[in-house]
């Protein structure tokens, strides 16, 4: 005997006569019968359309081809799915439910594709797309299954707000079993190229220059030779043939290495912004200079913003080459 359970409205038989007489149940993988409507159906798509004008089985069977003289359609999909896409091909349905949680999205984007309804494709996609910030990796899974690269992309880019793969999260959810290890590998290693791109851009800060004793000092105070309170200012050295060149002040090199810990991690540019402000540490090393503790804070703002440009500035070009070899 056949078990099934009718759909939560407005798909129950009830609830779907309020729309108009259901002449047709559509019956989910996992045996759940929706009510609804041939004209309807047949409108939003084609594959629909096709399917009514098959001529019914010859021997009927109550349950199974029928229920109470309406015609049952067999489908693939699980009912979460199917209700995702029927609440898009019945507008007036259409409430913030079928579209407020991934669970079950690509389903419902798999089964709109196959059905050929793009109104509830572009509906789904878009919907997919929102979630982009709470679970970027879900979301890049789903654009490698179905091969959509700009959402590809901007789910890659997400990943880069936090260390990869971070381990406070669930990461059972059935998309992962969409998409070959291949795929997160060069995700990985899209992650990892942001983070050694940025680490390079702050080791920048900190680089031994050539020195002019001469020439008009920086008004960097962490780059200003003289001036200092003792044990504080840049350093001036040789390098390996003799020439003076000089180093940053040594808690501004302390300083930035913290940040450059940040963003090989996490390489994006509010994370580094953030990290160049955060002194803790600093702050003491810093309030034993006079000259530090005066200008520090207004040139370090100034640098926490141009790192942050910096930074999201390499990620642009890091994308832009994994764009080319295909992020999904
Ligand atoms: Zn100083």
Known sequence: MTT?????????????????PPDLILRSSDSVDFHTHKTLLGFVSPVFQDMFGFPPPTQLKEGVDVRDAIPIVQLSEPSDALRKL?????????????LDNLDGLYLAYGAADKYQI?????AILAAISSFIKDEPYRVHAIACHFGLPDLGK?????????????????YGAPEFALVPASKLLRLHRFHVE???NAAKIVKGYTATL??????????????VVRGHDANC????????VGSPVYSPAQWFQNHMGAVEEVVRYQPNGDAAAKAVLD??????????CQLCSRDSARHLSVLSDNLREGVERSNDHTALVFTQLGFV
């Open 210 to 223: 050539p020195y002019d004793e001469h020439a008009t000092e920086s008004e960097l105070p962490w780059r």
């Open 154 to 170: 901007s789910a890659a880019r997400q990943t880069l707000k936090d260390f990869f793969l971070p381990t406070d999260r669930k």
């Open 279 to 288: 002194y803790g540490e600093t702050l003491r090393d810093i309030s034993k």
């Open 4 to 20: 099934f359970t009718d759909a939560l409205p407005p798909f129950s038989r009830e609830t779907a006569a309020e729309v108009g």
């Open 86 to 98: 029927l609440l898009l091909c019945y507008p007036q349905a259409l409430t913030n439910e079928s």
């Open 118 to 122: 793009p109104n509830a494709t572009t």
């Open 233 to 240: 200012g840049a350093f001036v050295d040789q390098d390996n």
């Open 194 to 196: 942001c983070g050694e």
